[in-house]
């Protein structure tokens, strides 16, 4: 099959919308964002040479929209705000932090009753890594809108990351309050009861967040530190086995993916991605299809656009998408196993193997590369080389069953009874249940 992406943290991309349920800033508040709207002075746009020229296109039509509704006299307060709220966006979008944060504070000091523009503020500090700034505009967006559950947790998260931890646990707290089911509330609270040593409140929070959001692999390492503090060795190792890199979900109405603010190759390869997630790859195609017309050297759109057009059906287009990509990128990992899967699905074995063994030459740790050359030279009688291939995949991830049942399958077939005997040792403490080791252990004796 088609390598997968690795999971990203999801959020969803609807419309920036402000809640009725806002309320004004207080005077002296106001006084304050003011204040260091003033002191920060006006929004400089950096050097856009280096940028793409449609981010760099972007970016200039919406400084010179800025420009034209700050000259204008009938302008209110309001439509500033959003001047410099929409410059902010896209400089964010395109890791300007620090003019992005000069921007939104200028959109606040305008709108202080808004709470897009300090909770804005709050992304582009923390981003620029100020965290203390950071948190104190969290703050002010909280004393606007105090049961934001997004807010309160990114709240909490720049307090842990700056080891204010009593502050950190009260904001993923007042979190939980709001919304009892939010994987990504009781992973701040988990590693915050962690940080401060207390094992078994890290414990019960995490695995809340893995009965919340049982796809959220990243919560496995947390949660194994955890019962490693509490002695329990077992659960510890289990769940470090189980580790990865997928985030629990937080769906943010605010912060859809930065690059979908700008036209570029990669908002269409989000968007892209997005509709892969779904399923609807018609759009998927058509998304790719169009950062490709931005930038045609571009090979993780060509690769992903091969990647739709497989799971569309369309294995000859895709077999061409994935050629051009290893055409431009030799080694380019994944578009060579991708292309030994469709030829294994054609049963074209010898022309599989080339590619997964191409694709373990790009990447000799990509385990799943190791299985499917293995899998295709044992299918094809070279057991010897087929149980080399074996024998690192398990060393890259030791959770790859697959792996444990070929490379038993051809030691057995190779004959070579005592090292089949060991491999079945090792693939039983792992998969104690799988019936498949039982019944070739019992073909041994």
């Known amino acids: ?26 005077p002296a508040a106001q006084d304050s964002v003011r204040a260091i709207s003033a002191s920060a002075g006006p929004v400089v746009v950096p050097d856009l040479s280096h940028l793409a020229e449609s981010v760099e296109r972007q970016i200039r039509q919406r400084d010179e929209e800025l420009n034209a509704t700050l000259a204008r006299p009938s302008a209110s307060a309001g439509d500033r705000a959003e001047a ?42 923390l981003r620029s890594g100020d965290r203390a700034d950071a948190a104190a505009a969290f703050d002010r967006a909280l004393k606007l809108r105090s049961n934001d559950v997004n807010a309160l947790i990114w709240l909490g ?6 080891d204010r931890l009593p502050e950190a646990q009260a904001a993923f707290e007042r979190a939980l309050a709001v919304q009892p089911q939010s994987a990504a509330a009781w992973f701040g ?5 962690l940080a401060r040593q207390d ?14 959001d049982a796809v959220a692999s990243a919560i496995h390492y947390p949660l194994a530190m955890a019962y490693r503090g509490l002695g329990d060795t077992q659960k510890a190792d289990d769940h470090l086995r189980r580790r990865g890199s997928s985030y629990p979900a937080l769906a943010d ?3 859809q993916d930065d690059e979908d603010v700008l036209e570029s190759a990669v908002s269409f390869e989000n968007r892209g991605m997005e509709a892969l997630k779904r ?62 899967a469709i030829y294994d699905a054609k049963n074209q074995r010898p022309n599989a193997i080339l590619e997964y063994q191409a694709s373990v030459r790009a990447d000799p740790k990509l385990p799943e590369s190791r299985v499917r050359l293995a899998e295709a030279l044992r299918a094809s009688g070279r057991l010897d080389a087929a149980v080399e291939h074996y024998e690192a995949a398990v060393k890259l991830d030791p959770t790859l069953v697959d792996a444990w049942i070929g490379g038993a399958r051809a030691l057995i077939d190779l004959k070579r009874t005592d090292q089949a005997t060991d491999w079945l040792m090792r693939a039983k403490r792992l998969y104690p249940n799988r019936p498949e080791f039982s019944e070739m252990q019992s073909r041994l004796k």
């Open 199 to 212: 094992y078994i409140s890290a414990a019960q929070f995490l695995e809340r967040a893995l009965a919340a």
């Open 279 to 340: 399923a609807d790859f018609p759009s998927a195609i058509a998304a790719f299809r169009k950062g490709l017309e931005l930038n045609a050297d571009d090979v993780s759109l060509r690769y992903w656009l091969g990647a739709a057009l497989y799971a569309s059906g369309d294995a000859d287009g895709a077999t061409r998408a994935f050629s051009e990509v290893v055409r431009r990128d030799p080694g380019h990992a994944q578009a060579h196993f991708s292309l030994g």
């Open 157 to 162: 998260e720049t307090l842990l990351d700056d």
């Open 189 to 193: 609270a988990g590693r915050t009861a």
């Open 84 to 125: 410099y709220g929409r410059l902010g966006r896209v400089l964010m979008a395109a890791r300007f932090n620090q003019p992005a944060a000069v921007s939104f504070l200028h959109a606040e000091a305008l709108a202080p009753e808004d709470m897009r523009w300090p909770y804005y503020v709050g992304h582009a500090y």
């Open 253 to 255: 109405p605010l912060m």
């Open 1 to 26: 099959m088609i390598v997968p992406a690795r999971p990203r943290l999801a959020v969803l991309t609807l419309a920036i919308a402000v809640s009725a349920c806002t309320k004004p800033a207080a």
